[in-house]
């Protein structure tokens, strides 16, 4: 027994051990000298100026650079390319691989500590860049001191050739419109650190205004400085190009002759341009045809000024055909000169595997992966609890590490790599999280985290803000109600706070970890208790008969207001505003409309603060209605209503479709890591919009808009597409008869038809978000067999199958 006992132990501390960080022995190099091995390389010397600037930044040292090495009792860093191997110390060749070996992007770093020595050679003068960046993302930095660990080696080819991210300079970002160009040149160079090789800009006529009161320069201008940046780093530049007008006007030669004049004028303005993005879709939305015709003349007018670029193409419309995806990857597998490749991204109805065996294989695909949305996007947050949904919205602070690692991987290798689709710098984690993946899909995320909190935040805060970052993302896992994790995350991240230097709490991105943990701890608790004051004020509604309809319904409202009373005063609450305005003077994020001002729905989370989390605005609206009534009967029996909404009577059965709950029925298909696009299986979706202090159904028919509606039409059950959206319910009583009462709210709108075991239709084709409430017999052979499988699917080129909530009841005999 104590043999096992002793090697039980042994087994758990060396598991400890290799699952904790590496535990290295530094050098120090705090005065090294930087040696770039060819100075006639001009991003050679420029990474060798980043790695002094950066080093700088986090020590006040200033390394000293040398044209050549010189042996000194200072460390050497020595920046190279494959060809400048020959250069460097006999001892030191002898021990290096040969560089050339490696492919392009790639780079071999290398301490040794004997010879008090760093090499970094890459394949090419880019894959240097990448190895300094590694460099810098291993140190150690505190004023007057760096190292590095001695047993540093690495020797490294990326995965993918693609590897970026979106940065447009408009008012729809929630905070790159208020960005300088040194803001910018920053940004892109960290991102290059963590092995960035991409930045996709935006022409200033998009979808959104030209212009933002926060905005430093004219859209143009930024553009052109954008690309001028990552010309210096060696960066490609991508352009995002939506077609903007109808069909008719790209067929009109007078508006093409326009078109084409605006496009010559922003291709000049930016002196590099690699590629053009061109969105089949969202926004624009024209005919295959008509869209590669239009392509060809865009080609003539971009090679004028960038002649090896190539323009890419997606999928992407809103209501697709199976006529318009025939005619569009025809053109795609054309093979025309200028085109580059397919772009899968939001909104695109095929999944990528299917894709890749649609076109020809020497076509190229790039993934366009939206990484800044948590809801009404192409990978919302799983199954999200609707408290968060309403406050969180769909464009807060998302630090999503592991659910970023699983999307990135489930279809990685069906494409080249990705450049994320990105609304600022809400989603800064999950930029850095994809670079590391597409560079290599088996790196840890915890390993990311902590090169990204060393650099950015200080070597002390590394682990806990890696640590920290995880648990928010873990705040974000089941239901908000119960979820224990919330209350440490907060004081994870209060003890950081506490203990973290002056540097660290000013920084922008240990703020935005801080803000989220107090947010979401703030949230949790008004739920807490406005859950409790809704059970108080329906208790207070079933003794309706011996109060009295009027004394019940008074002492009701009155404890469902008491949920608005105290709410600018609650500390947590107003740490949160105090940092959202930190946050605006240090990087311009946008996270209240009026006082920072943002676009609504875009990043203002802050605003949605104290939204009711409860029942309590539909309640309100019911009880208004009830007190109108002329009897005291009329009163009670529409109270009884109220209390008894959800149920379905004796033997019936109830879903709140958006409920975790209700998924026990659902007919799921893949799992969500198989399928986190939602294009095989369902997800849980939010339709809603605020209106005052009620939340009214976005879908809104005469007669109907501006009421209150329960919580539950605020959330639902979703299959895009074709997809079917099927739910199973048993045991039935197969002697019995059912009627069928369901919600159909949800913002697609779509055409739907109902079918009950594949072969009873109980609805033909409806157009949805038209009457929210429809009931309907189930015919007696569909349930005769003690069970029924309902199945919902959309008309051709509908968005999807939306249902929030299904009664299905035994009728009497």
């Known amino acids: 027994m104590h043999r096992h006992l002793r090697f039980f132990l042994r087994a758990a501390l060396l ?24 100075t006639d390389n001009r991003l050679l010397m420029k990474t060798a100026d980043v790695l002094r600037e950066e080093v700088e930044k986090r020590t006040r040292l200033c390394w000293d650079a040398a044209p050549s090495w010189e042996p000194g009792p200072a460390p ?16 030191l060749r002898a021990a290096l691989a040969d560089s050339s070996t490696l492919g392009p992007d790639g780079y071999q770093l290398r301490v040794f500590p004997h010879d008090a020595a760093i090499v970094i050679l890459g394949h090419d003068a880019r894959g240097a860049l990448y190895g300094a960046g590694k460099l810098l993302r291993k140190m150690t930095m505190r004023p007057g001191m760096a190292s590095v660990p001695d047993t540093l080696s690495i020797a490294t080819t990326p995965r993918y050739p693609i590897r970026g991210h979106q940065l447009g300079y408009r008012p729809k970002t929630n905070s790159y419109d208020a960005w300088s160009v040194a803001q910018f040149e920053q940004y892109i160079r960290e991102l290059a650190l963590f092995g960035a090789n991409s ?85 624009g939305n024209l005919e295959p045809d008509i869209l590669f015709a239009w392509l060809e003349k865009v080609a003539a007018v971009l090679h004028e000024q960038h002649p090896a670029a190539k323009i890419w193409v997606s999928p992407q419309v809103f209501r697709p055909r199976p006529a318009w995806f025939d005619a569009f990857y025809a053109h795609v597998n054309e093979h025309k000169p200028w085109f580059g490749g397919v772009v899968f991204g939001p909104w695109v109805k095929m999944p990528l595997p299917e894709i890749r065996q649609r076109v020809d294989a020497d076509i190229p695909i790039r993934r366009y992966p939206d990484i800044t949305h948590s809801l009404s996007c192409q990978y919302p947050v799983p199954r999200w609890d609707l408290a968060y949904a309403i406050t969180l919205g769909r464009e807060c602070i998302n630090p999503r590490p592991v659910d970023e690692k699983t999307i990135h991987n489930a279809f990685d290798e069906y494409a080249q790599g990705s450049i994320s689709y990105s609304e600022g710098t809400n989603d800064d984690v999950n930029k850095f999280v994809w670079s590391d993946q597409d560079w290599d899909p088996a790196t840890p995320v915890i390993e990311t985290l902590r090169d990204y909190a060393r650099l950015f935040v200080g070597p002390d805060e590394a682990e806990p803000v890696a640590q920290g970052l995880l648990a928010l993302e873990g705040n974000l896992r089941g239901p908000l109600l119960v979820n224990g994790g919330v209350a440490r995350t907060l004081q994870q991240w209060q003890q950081i706070e506490a203990h973290a230097s002056e540097r660290a709490q000013r920084n922008f991105r240990f703020q935005m970890g801080l803000l989220r943990a107090c947010y979401d701890a703030s949230v949790q608790r008004r739920l807490i208790r406005e859950t409790d004051l809704e059970q108080q004020a329906r208790a207070v509604l079933a003794s309706a008969s011996r109060l009295g309809a009027g004394e019940a319904i008074s002492r009701a409202k009155r404890v469902l207001e008491r949920a608005e009373k105290k709410l600018a005063a609650t ?21 209240t409309v009026e006082k920072h001002g943002a676009m609504e729905g875009r990043g203002n989370f802050i605003d949605n603060i104290d939204r009711p989390l409860n029942d ?56 969500w890591a198989e399928d986190p696009g939602s294009l095989a299986s369902p997800r849980v979706s939010f339709g809603v919009g605020l209106r005052g202090q009620q939340w009214v159904h976005v879908v809104t028919a005469r007669g109907f808009a501006g009421q ?12 895009l597409y074709e997809q079917p959206l099927e739910m199973n319910y048993q045991p039935l009583d197969p002697e019995a008869n059912y009627s069928l009462r369901v919600s159909y709210t949800g913002r697609l709108r779509s055409k739907m038809k109902l079918v009950a075991d594949g072969k009873f239709l109980i ?14 017999d189930l015919p007696r052979a569909a349930t005769a067999d003690g069970a029924v499988r309902l ?9 999807g199958s939306q249902v929030s909530e299904i009664w299905l009841i035994r009728k009497p005999e």
């Open 15 to 38: 598991s400890a051990l290799l699952a904790s960080p590496s535990r290295c022995a530094p050098m120090d190099v705090s005065h090294a000298t930087i040696v770039c091995l060819d």
């Open 76 to 91: 050497v860093i020595a920046l190279g390319v494959a060809k400048d191997l020959a250069l460097l110390p006999q001892g």
């Open 199 to 283: 930045i996709e800009i935006m022409p200033p006529k998009t979808d959104d205004d030209p212009s933002s009161p926060h905005m430093k320069l004219p859209a143009i201008e930024m553009i052109g400085q954008q690309s001028r940046i990552c010309d210096s780093y060696g960066l490609d530049v991508w352009m995002w190009y939506p077609n903007m007008g109808s069909a008719e006007q790209f067929s009109d030669p007078e508006r093409i002759d326009q078109e084409l004049a605006e496009r010559r004028h922003v291709f000049q303005s930016v002196p590099r341009l690699d590629a053009l993005f061109v969105p089949g879709g969202d926004p």
């Open 571 to 591: 500390p947590l609450r107003q740490r949160c505003v105090e940092m959202a305005d930190d946050l605006f003077v240090s990087i311009g994020a946008q996270l």
């Open 616 to 671: 309590a605005p539909w309640l309100l609206d019911q009880l208004a209605q009830a007190q109108k009534l002329a009897t005291e009967s009329q009163r009670l029996a529409r109270i009884r209503t109220i209390l008894h909404r959800q149920d379905p009577g004796p033997a019936g059965f109830y879903d709140d479709c958006g409920s975790p709950q209700s998924w026990q029925r659902v007919v799921a298909g893949k799992r």
């Open 708 to 719: 209150a509606v329960p919580r539950t039409w605020m959330h639902g059950l979703t299959s």
């Open 763 to 776: 609805h033909d084709f409806i157009r949805t978000g038209v009457r929210p409430m429809a009931t309907f």
């Open 791 to 799: 199945k919902w699917t959309c008309g051709e080129g509908e968005r």
